[in-house]
């Protein structure tokens, strides 16, 4: 069993910056892949950015740019720094961990989400 705990979501103007963290703690083995998703009122839930166990990161076209990925392996954190935010970038944001437990368990595990509003 894995538990992410989430912050850094708040309210910022457009043009503003946030940086999201995610530190995971429990039964942590073996990272496969680590990143967030979003998900606005009314639609599903998007993928937003990834980064694997060696740091390869992926982003969505929309975020490209403008946010980066990245990871504290000491601390088993996530971080996802926003800058230029605009208010389509209003959500709330889920980290994931996705790997093995030390039951060599493979599983997804979520943290509890952090809302973003991106408003003049």
């Known amino acids: 069993q894995v538990q992410l705990v989430e912050s850094g979501g708040g309210l910022v103007q457009p043009g503003g910056s946030l940086r999201l963290s995610c530190a995971a703690s429990?039964?942590?083995?073996?990272?496969?892949?680590m990143g967030w998703y979003r998900q606005a009122p009314g639609k599903q839930r998007d993928l937003v950015a990834t980064?694997?166990?060696?740091?390869?990161?992926n982003y969505v076209d929309s975020v490209k740019g403008r946010f980066a990925i990245s990871r504290d392996n000491a601390k088993n954190t996530v971080y996802l720094q926003m800058n230029s935010l605009r208010p389509e970038d209003t959500a709330v944001y889920y980290c994931?961990?996705?790997?093995?437990?030390?039951?060599?368990?493979?599983?997804?595990?979520w943290g509890q989400g952090t809302q973003v509003t991106v408003s003049s």
């Open positions: 980064i694997t166990s060696i740091g390869n990161t």
């Open positions: 429990g039964s942590i083995f073996r990272l496969i892949t």
């Open positions: 994931y961990w996705r790997g093995y437990d030390r039951l060599s368990s493979q599983g997804t595990y």
